[in-house]
């Protein structure tokens, strides 16, 4: 069984990057997520050594994106901002996934008044939009990566625990787990061994999509002053700087913004591909 | 139908009673103290008693959130401490600017998103379909204030098409109504293209084909008709998505609405501001869902018979 799932998904994985947009959208991913971690050694400038005779240079050939305010080279600090902006967003939603996934799980699979709260404290985060979930709990927490990570983890939350619960209430009912209870097995080995491993698909394809979500939120924050603060770059605090500038320095402000935007994009065509791969039900997508 | 309407209205009471004590403790959580921004410099221990003993923040937590919420059950929503104004000034005069952007942004997602949703399902996997599914991906992709920045200087700098910011004229409303929509487009569009589709394989579609009705009859009248349900939850279930996106444009736009007072009274630890205007945007949210469900219900006679 665990097995069988397991090479179905990577499988899946493989038949995404067949179709065309999966080529486009992973090679994308695979680029931005490659230049993040090896930054350091593509760029010959540092992202925070500042030369002010340099500031606002245009696009040239020692800097093909120009330089910021500082006179700090724009390409180098976005691919260094993709380092921020990609592990906080992903680190996030890992924490809104591990504990959506506790707390589904155990209110899908226990029921009563757990799950009852649990619905409560879901539906209540609901009737609050994402921004704001996150614009309060940084502004408790201070601003900082980690205040960024934390505030985007909860809010994120209800939706990776509403998700898993709804799966694991929907296999608990299935006749193999039945079958498997009348062998005798127990609690944590039907959880464990059956219904997680069958709720985590859409969970992953899910969270695929939220990281998404999350570098906007991330980009935002950071916007506000709230994410990484200086001289760290992210790509939300690149666009921050950038706003003061709009007028006489457009290219700040815009060039990190197409990174957003097309990372997202792509994260979104590949989760596509990936959800057409993986035939998870329809629907998803919506929820 | 009213009866529904009248126990949905119920049900909103315990709701926004929890809300309210979410909305209270977590704000008393943030580090900061409001009576720092309202001591002069070298006021002593004195001055700051005398202050907080005067917006009662001396008093223990669950006196001071019984104290707020019987004011705001009376409509008194307390005194700004930093702005030294009733709130329920502040907001009333917040609350017009961000009602209009987000009903002109909700009906400008609605348009667009429904018109090429049904073309794009039309034309399925041809090249309009892909062409107008990957384009309102990407306008959902861009962050809300980067793109509002951008229009900005292409609309107003560039071409001075429109103000930069501000809320005077009608014409300042059209970039942030744009870059709230846009969001709001790519789901709707999504949803209706998906609904319009499995709508046209049902049985009764068949038939119409059948008596030879023309197929555009067929999919305005009768394919859109079945598709516009399901567009509609989604459209109350993420009403508070579009208000939120909306929160993050007025600033861009300085447009002086309730985003951009939130921010403000954040930034200088205003309680009371925080707290209204987090209790207004949370019951628009849950007043938005219901009067999705309630459309929903009077769209849907299957809906209106289980409702009784």
Redesign the interface.
């Known amino acids: 069984m665990k097995v069988g799932t397991f090479d179905t998904r990577s499988g899946a994985i493989a038949r995404a990057l067949a179709t065309p947009k999966g080529v486009i959208a992973g090679g994308w991913l695979f680029l931005v997520v490659f230049v993040a971690i090896f930054a350091p050694y593509l760029t010959p400038y540092d992202y925070d050594i500042q030369n002010l005779p340099n500031a606002f240079a245009p696009p040239s050939a020692a800097h093909w994106l120009g330089t910021d305010e500082f006179g700090r080279d724009l390409l180098t600090r976005i691919m260094y901002g993709a380092r921020t902006s990609l592990s906080v967003s992903s680190v996030a939603i890992g924490i809104s996934v591990f504990c959506g996934m506790c707390l589904g799980a155990a209110a899908g699979f226990f029921g009563g008044w757990f799950d009852r709260a649990v619905t409560v404290a879901v539906d209540l985060t609901w009737s609050f939009p994402e921004i704001l979930v996150a614009l309060i709990l940084v502004a408790i927490m201070g601003p900082g990566v980690t205040g960024t990570m934390i505030a985007i983890g909860v809010a994120y939350l209800a939706q990776f625990t509403r998700l898993t619960r709804a799966q694991i209430m929907a296999i608990k009912s299935e006749t193999f787990v039945e079958a498997s209870r009348s062998l005798g097995a127990g609690h944590g080995y039907i959880l464990f061994r059956h219904l997680l491993p069958n709720a985590l698909t859409p969970v992953i394809v899910a969270a695929m999509l939220a990281t998404g979500d999350a570098i906007i939120l991330e980009a935002t924050l950071g916007f506000f002053g709230l994410g990484a603060q200086p001289p760290t770059p992210s790509w939300g605090a690149l666009m921050s700087s950038g706003t003061a500038q709009l007028f006489k320095a457009p290219w700040i402000i815009i060039l990190p913004g197409v990174a957003v935007a097309v990372t997202v994009f792509a994260i979104n065509l590949f989760g596509d591909a990936l959800v057409r791969a993986l035939d998870v039900r329809a629907g998803l997508r919506e929820a | 139908m009213l009866g529904y309407i009248f126990r949905r209205l119920l049900l909103l009471v315990p ?1 926004f009673l ?2 309210s004590v ?1 909305i209270f403790s ?2 008393h ?3 900061g103290d409001p009576i720092d921004n309202l001591l002069k410099i070298g006021s002593g221990p004195e001055q700051r008693e005398i202050i907080t003993a005067r917006y009662g923040l001396d008093k223990p937590l669950v006196v001071q959130y019984w104290i707020w919420l019987s004011g705001v059950l009376q409509g008194d929503l307390g005194t700004a401490i930093v702005a030294r104004r009733p709130v329920a000034d502040l907001i009333a005069q917040a609350l017009p600017h961000s009602l209009t952007l987000g009903l002109c942004a909700l009906a400008f997602s609605t348009t667009f998103g429904i018109v090429l949703g049904v073309i794009a399902a039309l034309n399925r996997d041809k090249f309009a379909d892909q062409a107008i599914m990957g384009g309102v ?2 306008g959902s ?7 509002g ?2 229009l ?2 292409v609309f107003s ?1 560039w071409l001075g098409m429109f103000p930069v910011s501000g809320a005077r004229t009608w014409s300042a409303l059209v970039l942030p109504v744009v870059t709230v929509g846009l969001g709001g487009t790519a789901l709707v569009a ?2 209706t293209r ?1 609904a319009m589709i499995e709508a046209a394989q049902r049985d009764f579609v068949m038939l119409l084909h059948a008596k030879g009705m023309r197929p555009l009859r067929i999919n305005l009248r009768h394919v859109l008709r079945h598709a516009l349900i ?1 567009v509609v939850t ?1 459209l109350s279930l993420r009403i ?2 579009i ?3 909306a ?2 444009v007025e ?1 861009v736009f300085a447009r002086p609405g309730l985003g951009t007072l ?2 403000k009274s ?1 930034n200088q630890h205003d309680y009371p501001v925080v707290q209204a205007c ?1 209790l207004i ?2 019951m628009a ?2 007043l938005g ?1 219901l009067i999705g469900d309630v459309i929903q219900a009077a769209m849907d006679p299957r809906i209106r018979a289980a409702l009784g």
């Not at chain 2, 992709?141 to 793109?147: E, K, N, S, Y």
Request: hydrophobic share 75%; proline share 7%.
């Open positions: 709701v929890a809300v979410v977590i704000i959580l943030i580090p991906l990407l992709t861009m962050p809300g204030f980067w793109l920045l951008l900005i200087l700098v999504r949803v998906v399901p989604i508070g998505w208000l939120g996106g929160v993050t600033v939130l921010i954040l987090l945007l949370a949210v849950m869902t």
